[in-house]
């Protein structure tokens, strides 16, 4: 099964600045990688999904890249609110229409 | 609105007790999970199912059994509350189609508390 490393130290970072999480997975290449949100006692909400053949999608303010090469994905928030303080969870796929999460990262954004 | 509710937001149980948790989604999914959520330890698959009266163990299914008589919900059963299965638990449901690429739906989770 596939094995997830996100940075589990929380990122403390100023309103208006970029956010940038990574998300490492060690054995076999997805075929895509989702990413999720999640709030204090709620459950996770997904937010993007990128192919191994995307370099890189967007969604507002949020911005994923994938790389097959490195195994590893990037997400960024710019331009950071106060409100985009939660958890961020990736999650690639595993057999049968499972997906595997990795532990999060917490960011916390400051006015 | 895509919608899965669960039964209980907080729960507290005695040690031996049956516990039932329940899932309701309102989008026709086949494919339902129950996961749960500890700190430092992240979302663990338990059981999922991907049609009626079909289930499949996940990544830690001891103490734990699953029900899925309809489509929509998708019950789990701890047959004997221990205190170390005190936890969030969290079930989500998505999509079923071949090689589909489906984000999963979640519910609000039930903290449960085993004494």
């Known amino acids: 099964s596939q094995k997830i490393e996100q940075n589990s130290e929380a990122l403390n970072i100023q309103e208006g600045k970029t956010a940038t999480l990574t998300c490492n997975y060690t054995?076999?290449?997805?075929?895509?990688l989702q990413w999720y949100r999640q709030d204090p006692g709620r459950g996770p909400v997904f937010l993007l999904l990128?192919?191994?053949?995307?370099k890189e999608k967007r969604k507002e303010r949020l911005k994923v890249t994938f790389d097959t090469t490195l195994k590893q994905s990037l997400f960024h928030i710019t331009a950071s609110q106060p409100a985009d303080s939660a958890t961020y969870l990736c999650?690639?796929?595993?057999?049968?229409?499972?997906?595997?999460f990795g532990g999060g990262t917490r960011v916390l954004v400051k006015p | 609105d895509v919608k899965v509710t669960q039964s209980s937001r907080y729960l507290v149980k005695r040690t031996g007790e049956k516990v039932f948790l329940e899932c309701v989604q309102d989008?026709?999914?086949?494919?339902m999970f129950w996961y749960r959520q500890d700190p430092g330890l992240g979302l663990r698959l338990i059981y999922f199912?991907?049609?009626?009266?079909?289930?499949e163990k996940g990544d830690i299914p001891e103490g734990y059994s699953v029900s899925r008589e309809k489509k929509e919900r998708f019950s789990l059963i701890l047959e004997s509350a221990s205190t170390n299965q005190t936890s969030m638990y969290l079930c989500?449901?998505?999509?079923?189609?071949?090689?589909?690429?489906?984000?999963?739906?979640f519910g609000p989770g039930t903290r449960l508390t085993v004494l």
């Open positions: 989500a449901s998505s999509l079923g189609t071949s090689g589909s690429e489906h984000e999963q739906f």
């Open positions: 054995n076999y290449s997805p075929a895509y």
């Open positions: 990128i192919r191994e053949n995307e």
């Open positions: 999650a690639p796929p595993e057999a049968g229409n499972k997906l595997t």
């Open positions: 989008m026709d999914h086949e494919n």
């Open positions: 199912s991907y049609d009626v009266k079909m289930k």
